[in-house]
């Protein structure tokens, strides 16, 4: 599947980082990365499916936190897309499934 990497150049404010989710929430986001090195700037890496690129990047220009929104087409040395974990068994418990025991997973350790 082809992916388009978005590289969004943000001004940090109190919820930022909430409101770039809500912006991305109704798109496939494929990853995202987040950074806030300086306190007056800020970096978040996004990649989605190439044919909801150029809509993703208009919302995310209408943010107020954003001040620049570069497009760029994914490398194949990029890699394959994050895969969602595979689910757990059904009957499994979910500690015994992260390799914990039954009993310590619910006595809490």
Known sequence: MEHTRLTVT????????????????NHRVLDLAFSAVAPASARAVVRVPGPEAVRVQQKLRRMVDVLDVALEPS??????????????PAGVPAGAAAGVPAGMAAAGG
């Open 10 to 25: 943000l001004r940090p404010t109190t919820g930022t980082l909430a409101r770039l989710a809500s912006t991305l929430n």
């Open 75 to 88: 490398s194949p040395d990029d890699g394959p897309a994050p895969q969602a974990p595979s689910p757990r």
